[in-house]
C-alpha cells in the first residue's frame, strides 16, 4: 500500500464491509481506536486501512446493521512448518525496528493444557450424589494460615464449645475467586471500580495490582487486597491498612524475572497522585526488589508489613510460576506469608517482552500440584493458603485446581473478557479499544464501572453455580471437601510423569 | 365554588388546566364573544394562505371542555361586570354569577381614525379566525393589497396574501419591519427575503389617506406624497386590550389590566391574564402588556391556580417570538434592542448571503436576550438560560456557534438540568454489554 | 413518570441513541431500510452532543416535563401531555412555527425541515423501553422513574 512499508503492508485482519446494508451512520469510524475506518463525505462511502486493524472487533460489534466482518487475511505465506505466518511477521517487525517485540495478555503459544487433560468424578450408585437445588453447598473460603492444631474448650458461662486456639487473621470470601492484581494504571479507574465493587457485591477481593488504591476505593476496603511491587507504588501506611490482606509481588506469570514499566503518558493526574509519582513519569518497576535477595530478606519485608498493620492482615506472597517453584514456596512459606500466590506462564500481562511471555515459566497446573504436594511433604501446607492464576477458563478448571490443591483463584484474563475485553492483546499501546486498559479519557469511559461490576457478578455467580452442580455430583456439600482431593482427578493423555507430578491417577485406575 | 372566565383562547386554556389541577369539582364557566371553540389564533395565516383547514384550526382536543367539564358560552359577549355582587352581564342581559373571575379577552386590534377610511368596504383588520376567513371569501377579487403595519400581525397576513399570489406592499412607520423583536441586520434579512418574493416594504412612512369613491378603494396616498395603487387595506397597527367591559367595574386598567404576580386585579377575586393583563416584565419588573403567546398561557395557569386555592408566582413576561417568514426562520426573545447599549454587552455572528444572522445580548455575564436568524435550532436554550438566570459569563465565545448546546455549558449545570435526582442505579432491565 | 437520563461520564459517543431512534420512527422499523431505502427518513429525537473530540459526550432527550414550556408556547395545539405525562407532537396538526423550538429549554425538539413539521421524543409508543435506551452499548442513558430534573 502506498505510503506503507512491506512489513505493515502483510496485515493480518481484513476489514469486510456490506455496502448494501451500511447505512454510514459512522459508528465504526468513532469506535475505532486505530483510526482504521474513515467516511469518504463526497462519495457517501466509509474506507478502511486495513494494515491498522487489530482485530479488537468493536466496530463489528456495534455496527447497528451488522455491515462488517473482520476475518483473518487468508493471503498467506507459502506453507512452511516450521516458519509460521506469525513467526515470518515477527522477524520482519525486529528487521524494521531493531526493537523488542512487545505483547499483551497470557501466552497465546500452543503448548499443552493441562486442564484438558484432567477429568472429574461423580457419585454413582455406591455413594449418593447431592442436588445443589435441595440441599446446602458451601463455596465459602477461608484464607490466611491454619494452626498445626486446635483446642476447643467448653465455655463456662454458656456451656457451649469454644476455640480457645488464637487464629492468625483470616479473610472470608463466599466464593474462592479474586480479581487478579492488575494495576491502577495498567488498568483504568473504571475497570478498577468495577473489580472493587463487584468483589463486594460478591463477598470476595479484589487485588489492587502494583499501582496503588484510588482513594474513591478506600470504601471498599474489606473486599480489597493490597499489593506491594518492587516499585512500591502508592504504598503508604494507610495504604497498606486499606484493605484486608497485603500481597508481595514478586514475579508474575506472564513475564517471571521481568520488572514493569506503565510509559508516562499513561500516568494522568489521578494516577499520579495515586501511586505518588509526578505525572507523566515513566513508572518502573524494577525486576527484583532491591530489599529482597534471600529468603532471609523476604521475611524481613513480610514482618515489616505485619508490624505496619499491627498483625491484622494476613501477608500473600505472589511468585511466577517457574522451575523451582516448590522449593521457593517452601522458603515463602517458611518465611511467614500466610498466602502464596503462583502465578502461571498462561498469566497476563499489560506489556512484556513478546518472548519472554511465550518462553519462560511453567503451566500452572504443574507448579501448583508440586507446590501443594511440598508444602505437604515437609509438613507445613496448613501454615499457607495457596492462591494459584495463569490460566483458569471456566469453573471446571476453576475446580480442578481446588482439587489439585489450590485454595482460591486469581481471575485476571477472565475478569477482562467479562469487562469487554477480546484479546486483541494490545494494551501496551494504551488505546483499548473496550475502554479497559486505556486512560485516553475518549476511551475510557467505554467501561461503565456499572455495567462491568454486574458482569463480573454475573460470571462469579454462574461459575459458583456450576462448581456447586460438579461438587454435588461428586456427593460434596462443600469445596473445602475438594481441596487437595486429587482422587476425584483422572488424566486423560498425559504421560507418566506428568501424572506423578499433578499426583493424578490416569483415566480408568 | 364557580369560576367564570371571560375569552376562550390560550390563557383561558392555561386557566381550565391550573383550576383543574387543583379543584376537579368547581364549575368553570367560559365567555367567548367568538363562535368557535378555541383555536390557534396565530394560526390564522396559515388559514389564510391556504396552507392547513379550518379542521385544524382546533387548538384542543374535542373532548378537552368535556373532560374539564366546562360550561361553554360562544357568541356570548360579556356588557358588563358587577364586582360588588360578583356577577356578569352578557348581551341579551343574561347575568351570570361567579366566586372568581378571570379575564383573558385579550386584545383589539387598534384602527386609526385615517382619512378615507370610513365607509370603504375592503379595510380588514387581522386578529381573528373570522377576520381571516372573510379575506378568504373574497380573496379571489382581490389583486393589490396595502398592509399598514409592519409588525407581527402585518407581516403575517403579507404572507398568507402572499401565498394567494396576491401584490402586497407594506409600510411601516419605524426604520424596519418587525421593530418590536428585530435589530437593524435582522430586519434586513427578512426585508431582503420579502423583496426577493415580490413584497414592497417601504418603511417611515405612513398612510395618510385611503382613496378611492364610495365603498371601493383605489390605493393609498403615503405621508411622503407618494400613491399606492391597491383595492384592499390590511390595518395591523396593533392591538389594544379589550377590557372595554369592565369600565365602571373598580378594576384598574392601565394599558391593560394592572395585575400582581399571582394574576389578581385590584379587586379580589379578578383576575386577568394573556394579552390583556399588564403584568410584570421579567427584567424591570416594571408592568406591561406582554402580547406573547406561551407567557398568556403562563399567567392563565397562575392565574387558575390562584383562583383555585394554590400558589404559584409569575417570574415576569420575556417577549418572544418564533416567526417564520418567507421560509426564513427567526426566533427572538428577551432584550434584543436595549434602549442603553452601553449597559450591554452585544455579540453578533451575519452571513446576509445565506440569511444567517446570530444576536447575544448580555447584560453583568447574564443572558438578556437574543435574536436569531436562519438556524433557529434548540433557541430554546437561551430561554432557559434566560430564564434561570444563568451566569454565561465563562461560555460567552460560543453562544455564537449555530451548534451552541449543553456541551458549552459547565457540567454543574447540565448536571442539574439532565441528572437524576441521586445516583442511577439498578436499571430494571438489562442492558445488552458491548460487543456480547 | 419514567424518563429518560443520560450519564455523561459513560456516553460513549457512539450515536447509536441517534440510530435507533430514526429507525424507530421509520416505516419499517429496519435500520437498512430506514436509511437506505426509505423516503423522508426521519430525524433523530435524541441529540448527542460531543466536546474536545469526543471525551465529552452525551444525548440529550425529552424531559417530558411536568409543565412543559413547549406546550405552552404551540400556537396549533399540536403538543398535548397525555395522562401518564408524556408529551407528544401531533405531526398531522403541527404547523411548523418552532415555536416550541424557540420554548424548549432542553434544545430537546427538532426542526424537521423537509416535512416542516417539529419533531420531538415521543418515548417509543410501540416499545416497552424507548429505542434510544435499548440500543445504548454503555447504559449510558437509562429508562427509570424519577422526576424531570
Not at chain 1, 526493537?99 to 495478555?105: C, E, N, S, V
Not at chain 1, 458461662?157 to 495498567?186: C, D, H, N, R, V
Not at chain 2, 376562550?8 to 363562535?35: C, K, L, M, Y
Not at chain 2, 417564520?324 to 449597559?343: Q, W
Amino acid at each position: 500500500m502506498l505510503y506503507k512499508s512491506v512489513t505493515e503492508s502483510f496485515n493480518e485482519f481484513i476489514i469486510d464491509r456490506n455496502d448494501a446494508t451500511c447505512i454510514r451512520c459512522k459508528v465504526c469510524v468513532r469506535q475505532c481506536a486505530y483510526e482504521v475506518h474513515a467516511y469518504e463525505a463526497t462519495a457517501d462511502a466509509l474506507t478502511e486501512d486495513n494494515t491498522l486493524c487489530i482485530g479488537c472487533r468493536r466496530c463489528s460489534a456495534l455496527c447497528p446493521t451488522g455491515a462488517i466482518t473482520i476475518r483473518s487475511n487468508e493471503e498467506v505465506f507459502k506453507r512452511n512448518e516450521s516458519w509460521s505466518n506469525a513467526h515470518i511477521r515477527n522477524l520482519y517487525a525486529q528487521a524494521d525496528t531493531g526493537g523488542i517485540l512487545l505483547a499483551a495478555m497470557g501466552n497465546p503459544a500452543k503448548y499443552p493444557i493441562y486442564w484438558d487433560h484432567m477429568l472429574l468424578d461423580a457419585s454413582q450408585v455406591t455413594n449418593p450424589s447431592i442436588d445443589p437445588l435441595r440441599e446446602p453447598m458451601e463455596l465459602r473460603t477461608y484464607l490466611g494460615k491454619k494452626p498445626h492444631s486446635i483446642e476447643v474448650v467448653r465455655d463456662e458461662q454458656t456451656g457451649k464449645p469454644k476455640l480457645a486456639t488464637k487464629l492468625t487473621p483470616q479473610i472470608k470470601m463466599e466464593y474462592p475467586f479474586i480479581f487478579s492484581a492488575m494495576s491502577y494504571g495498567a488498568l483504568n479507574l473504571n475497570a478498577h471500580k468495577a473489580m472493587a465493587m463487584a468483589a463486594k457485591e460478591l463477598g470476595t477481593l479484589y487485588n489492587t495490582g502494583e499501582g496503588g488504591l484510588h482513594r474513591d476505593l478506600y470504601q471498599y476496603g474489606s473486599n480489597v487486597m493490597v499489593q506491594v511491587a518492587s516499585g512500591r507504588f502508592g504504598v503508604s501506611e494507610a495504604y497498606l491498612n486499606a484493605g484486608v490482606a497485603i500481597e508481595i509481588k514478586v514475579g508474575q506469570g506472564a513475564k517471571p524475572g521481568i520488572g514493569g514499566h506503565l510509559p508516562g503518558e499513561k500516568v494522568n493526574d489521578q494516577i499520579s497522585e495515586t501511586r505518588m509519582i509526578p505525572a507523566g513519569a515513566d513508572a518502573i518497576s524494577p525486576a527484583p526488589h532491591h530489599d529482597i535477595y534471600s529468603i532471609e530478606d523476604l521475611r524481613q519485608l513480610i514482618f515489616a508489613l505485619k508490624e505496619a498493620t499491627n498483625y491484622t492482615k494476613p501477608v500473600s506472597v505472589k511468585i511466577a510460576a517457574v522451575h523451582h517453584v516448590a522449593a521457593i514456596a517452601s522458603g515463602v512459606a517458611r518465611a511467614g506469608a500466610d498466602i502464596i500466590t503462583i502465578d502461571g506462564f498462561r498469566g497476563g500481562t499489560g506489556a512484556a517482552p513478546q518472548v519472554i511471555r511465550d518462553n519462560v515459566g511453567i503451566p500452572m497446573e504443574l507448579a501448583l500440584a508440586a507446590v501443594d504436594a511440598r508444602l505437604r511433604d515437609e509438613g507445613i501446607r496448613n501454615q499457607v493458603s495457596i492462591v494459584v492464576g495463569g490460566g483458569v477458563r471456566s469453573s471446571g478448571d476453576a475446580i480442578k485446581a481446588i482439587a489439585l490443591g489450590a485454595d482460591a483463584i486469581n481471575m485476571g484474563t477472565s475478569t477482562l473478557l467479562a469487562l469487554g475485553c477480546t484479546l486483541c492483546q494490545r494494551c501496551y499501546t494504551g488505546k483499548c479499544p473496550w475502554g479497559i486498559t486505556t486512560n485516553t479519557p475518549y476511551l475510557a469511559k467505554r467501561l461503565n464501572p456499572e455495567l462491568g461490576a454486574e458482569r463480573l457478578v454475573n460470571l462469579v455467580h454462574a461459575w459458583g453455580h456450576e462448581m456447586k452442580e460438579i461438587l454435588g455430583g461428586m456427593g460434596l456439600n462443600a469445596l473445602e471437601s475438594l481441596r487437595g482431593n486429587r482422587y476425584k482427578l483422572r488424566a486423560l493423555g498425559l504421560t507418566e510423569k506428568d501424572m506423578n507430578i499433578l499426583g493424578v491417577m490416569p483415566a480408568g485406575e | 365554588m364557580n369560576y367564570v372566565i371571560i375569552g376562550n383562547s390560550v390563557a383561558a386554556v392555561g386557566a381550565i388546566r391550573g383550576i383543574r389541577s387543583i379543584d376537579p369539582q368547581g364549575n368553570i364557566t367560559v365567555i367567548s364573544r367568538e363562535r368557535h371553540v378555541a383555536y390557534g389564533r396565530p394560526l390564522i395565516s396559515y388559514l389564510l394562505g391556504g396552507l392547513i383547514t379550518e379542521k385544524r384550526m382546533a387548538y384542543l382536543p374535542e373532548d378537552f371542555y368535556e373532560k374539564n367539564r366546562v360550561n361553554l358560552l360562544l357568541n356570548a359577549e360579556v356588557v358588563g361586570v358587577d364586582t360588588g355582587r360578583q356577577k356578569v352581564t352578557i348581551t341579551g342581559g343574561d347575568v351570570i354569577a361567579y366566586d372568581k373571575l378571570l379575564v383573558a379577552t385579550g386584545g383589539d386590534p387598534f384602527v386609526p381614525p385615517i382619512e378615507g377610511l370610513a365607509g370603504k368596504d375592503r379595510i380588514f383588520t387581522f386578529t381573528t379566525w373570522d377576520d381571516a376567513a372573510k379575506l378568504k371569501g373574497i380573496a379571489d377579487d382581490i389583486e393589490k393589497v396595502v398592509v399598514i403595519g409592519g409588525g407581527l400581525i402585518g407581516l403575517k397576513a403579507a404572507e398568507g396574501l402572499h401565498l394567494l399570489d396576491k401584490k402586497i406592499t407594506i409600510v411601516e412607520l419605524a426604520d424596519r419591519i418587525l421593530s418590536a423583536a428585530f435589530d437593524r441586520p435582522a430586519g434586513r434579512v427578512v426585508a431582503k427575503k420579502m423583496k426577493a418574493n415580490g413584497i414592497d416594504v417601504i418603511t417611515e412612512d405612513t398612510v395618510v389617506r385611503i382613496e378611492g369613491d364610495g365603498a371601493a378603494i383605489t390605493g393609498v396616498t403615503l405621508k411622503s406624497g407618494d400613491f399606492i395603487p391597491c383595492d384592499t387595506v390590511i390595518v395591523a397597527i396593533g392591538v389594544r386590550p379589550a377590557a372595554g367591559f369592565l369600565k365602571g367595574s373598580g378594576v384598574e386598567v392601565n394599558r391593560g389590566i394592572v395585575v400582581d404576580d399571582m394574576m389578581e386585579t385590584n379587586v379580589k377575586g379578578v383576575f386577568a391574564a394573556g394579552d390583556v393583563a399588564e403584568a410584570k416584565d421579567f427584567f424591570s419588573g416594571v408592568k406591561n402588556p406582554m402580547p406573547i403567546w406561551p407567557d398568556a398561557y403562563v399567567q392563565g395557569d397562575i392565574a387558575g391556580v390562584t383562583m383555585a386555592g394554590g400558589s404559584k408566582g409569575y417570574p415576569g413576561g420575556i417577549a418572544m417570538n418564533s416567526i417564520e417568514l418567507f421560509k426564513v426562520s427567526t426566533i427572538s426573545m428577551g432584550i434584543t434592542n436595549p434602549v442603553e447599549p452601553k449597559e450591554y454587552e452585544i455579540l453578533t455572528y451575519q452571513d446576509l448571503e445565506n440569511y444567517q444572522y446570530r444576536k447575544i445580548v448580555l447584560k453583568d455575564g447574564l443572558l438578556a436576550g437574543a435574536v436569531l436568524v436562519g438556524a433557529v435550532d434548540r433557541a430554546g436554550i437561551f430561554a432557559g438560560l434566560i430564564r434561570d438566570r444563568v451566569e454565561v459569563s465563562s461560555f460567552k465565545d460560543q453562544l455564537l456557534t449555530p451548534d451552541f448546546g449543553f456541551v458549552n455549558l459547565p457540567r454543574e449545570i447540565r448536571s442539574a438540568l439532565f441528572a437524576p435526582v441521586g445516583k442511577v442505579t439498578g436499571a430494571d432491565e438489562q442492558a445488552r454489554a458491548v460487543g456480547h | 413518570m419514567k424518563r429518560i437520563y443520560m450519564i455523561e461520564d459513560v456516553c460513549i459517543g457512539c450515536h447509536l441513541c441517534e440510530v435507533a431512534c430514526i429507525t424507530e420512527h421509520s416505516q419499517s422499523k429496519n435500520p437498512v431500510k430506514a436509511f437506505l431505502h426509505e423516503e423522508n427518513r426521519p430525524i433523530s429525537r435524541c441529540t448527542v452532543e460531543e466536546w474536545d473530540g469526543g471525551v465529552v459526550s452525551f444525548s440529550t432527550t425529552c424531559r417530558h416535563c411536568d409543565e412543559p414550556d413547549c406546550l405552552r408556547a404551540c400556537i396549533s395545539g399540536a403538543i398535548q401531555k397525555n395522562d401518564s405525562g408524556v408529551v407528544r407532537i401531533d405531526t398531522e396538526q403541527c404547523v411548523g412555527c418552532w415555536s416550541c423550538v424557540m420554548a424548549c429549554p432542553y434544545g430537546a425538539v427538532q426542526r424537521n425541515l423537509k416535512k416542516k413539521k417539529a419533531n420531538k421524543c415521543d418515548l417509543c409508543p410501540d416499545r416497552t423501553s424507548p429505542a434510544c435506551v435499548d440500543a445504548c452499548p454503555n447504559r449510558a442513558l437509562v429508562y427509570k422513574e424519577g422526576s424531570q430534573k
